[in-house]
Nanobody, 120 residues
Framework: QVQVVESGGGLVQPGGSLRLSCTAS????????MGWYRRAPGKQRELVAG???????NYLDSVKGRFTISRDNAKNTVYLQMNSLEPEDTAVYYC??????????????WGQGTQVTVSS
């Protein structure tokens, strides 16, 4: 079995910072890509930041220059450093991992989500 677990959400004032972490564990052969999505109330889920298979990164336009995605391959962990947070960043943030399991099956795994609330 494979698990994807996020942590690091919370309540922060506008202009503040948060760091999210996501770790994949279990019967993993390799990880093709990992990234962060979010879903704000009344809106569709959107990609915030992610690593592609080629190790390139991509970001949602509205977070460029404020958010930074990084990873520790040895720990199967990806981080999202969020600076200069705005109320519009309020959402549930989900980690996604494109994983090949030990039995060579490939599928997407999602974390349970972590709430980020930006409010004064």
């Amino acid at each position: 079995q494979v698990q994807v677990v996020e942590s690091g959400g919370g309540l922060v004032q506008p202009g503040g910072s948060l760091r999210l972490s996501c770790t994949a564990s279990g019967s993993i052969y390799s990880i093709n890509a990992m990234g962060w999505y979010r879903r704000a109330p009344g809106k569709q889920r959107e990609l915030v930041a992610g690593f592609t298979r080629g190790r390139n990164t991509n970001y949602l336009d509205s977070v460029k220059g404020r958010f930074t995605i990084s990873r520790d391959n040895a720990k199967n962990t990806v981080y999202l450093q969020m600076n200069s947070l705005e109320p519009e960043d309020t959402a549930v943030y989900y980690c996604n991992a494109d994983i090949i399991t030990a039995n060579l099956a490939r599928r997407d795994y999602w974390g349970q989500g972590t709430q980020v609330t930006v409010s004064s």
